[in-house]
DNA sequence: CTTTCTCCTAGACCGTCGGTCGATAGGACT
DNA sequence: AGTCCTATCGACCGACGGTCTAGGAGAAAG
């Protein structure tokens, strides 16, 4: 049987299909039988809204980062908030423990998902690194940073941010999760060229979350 | 026809064969049969080796790393060097772009050879931090190095390392490659805690690569 | 109400993939 | 010459991503 939809709520049930079945399967072990058999649609139909599986996950991929850059953005503009806070914040938003249901928190890095991580890496480094640009060169003009490479800066921090929390690429036991934290506010400080235990104030942010 | 070679013998072939189709064409590039018509084998003859493609996958990955912590070892090793030197030198032996045919070095990271990185930036950060674990501690002692987070900043300064020369994740230009060496260099001073300016010297080390 | 036209849907079909399996050839040893 | 084991072969399988064409739903026109 044929059931009509209008263009781009189907679009969309395709998404939104995929992007569950690519966070809890991963990318290559998701069929497009699979999202077929979810949507309850043809190949024909699949086919004809997206050229190909990896275009989903391309369009996937750039919805996951507009979120977390409108989550940053909304939290950079609030000006009653400390900039370092705003900061910090702004980039500890783009770590998905903290958004999305929590099935998904548990099971995004844990699969060899290593082809969704990549192309979402380089995209939330490309768009945060230009959100953080302004707030950044701010607050190395209120003095409160002290670095001479801000760009670069940036881009390690979010790198790190994300391999240590999102990736697990170092297969941290749960009990070292503490320390490491710890380790990576020490080391964000030393990249930002901040007072010494400016940023002890985020240690309980961070151990709500795990 | 058939032709009988030595069991270890054929092993290698295969993993050199192997080995040389993932890195340049990727791993899901690279069909079990593009290798068995470089080795000119049988189907069958593979899967007497090996049980599936990604375990041939996972033999080159602790080959890779193996090579590097040989020549990081070998580097550690010389006492005529002084600690600082050594200790940098051993990082950038992991950096595939000092090794390997000249071909290849342009190659690995250009693909989306996610898999292979993601494999091998797990077994060598895993390996690397162990080896780099007394030296640095060495160095903690000599006062050259002060830090609170010892092995986290191994970790963090090899995953920087490997994120931004290996894999290409930020899309450099070649002309912003001076600065983002200076950049990193003046992180990874940070994240030692050494004097500053102390790693200018490997300024022109990393300049001859590019 | 009928015709027409376009947008969407359906699913049979295709080539290729990773992987299986039974048959058998090669060489060593009796 | 016969036995045995190991290494080799390639036909075969189901599942995959992707193609193609036939045709149904619904709005617009008569």
Redesign the interface.
Known sequence: MKTVKESEIRRQEILVAARELFIKKGY?QTSVNDILKIVDIAKGTFYYYFASKSEVLDAIVLDIVEEGARRAESILIDKSIPLLNRIMMAIMAQVPEFEGTDEIKVEIHKV?N??L??LY??EM??RMTQILQKPITEGIELGIFHI??P???I??IL??GH?MFDCD???WKVEDYP??I???L??VE??L?TKEGELDVFLKMFGQMK
Chains 1, 2 share one sequence.
Do not use: C, I
Request: glycine share 4%; no cysteine.
């Open positions: 290559e060899e290593t082809k991580e990549r890496l380089r480094l490309k001479e490479y760009t670069e800066s881009e390690s790198l790190l391999m690429v170092f297969h320390m490491k710890k380790a990576f020490f080391n030393k990249l060229g």
